[in-house]
């Protein structure tokens, strides 16, 4: 079991760290370099997407 809260534990201090990197990254691009960022809207639409396969057609 501590092994186990130990993954946990370190797999969210990466996500953790990678989005706070992803976030400054932009900031810097948008209001230190006045360069325009990417737009991480239909991010929420890739994740979701397995649990809502299309419909099969037989």
């Not at 946990?8 to 990678?18: E, H, M, N, S």
């Not at 737009?39 to 639409?45: E, I, K, T």
């Amino acid at each position: 079991m501590g092994e186990l809260l130990e993954f946990g534990f370190r797999a969210a201090l990466i996500r953790t760290g990678a989005t706070l990197t992803m976030d400054l990254w932009s900031i810097l691009l948008k209001h230190g370099l006045g360069v325009r960022t990417l737009d991480y809207g239909m991010v929420g639409r890739w994740s979701c997407w397995p649990r809502y396969p299309p419909e099969r057609r037989l």
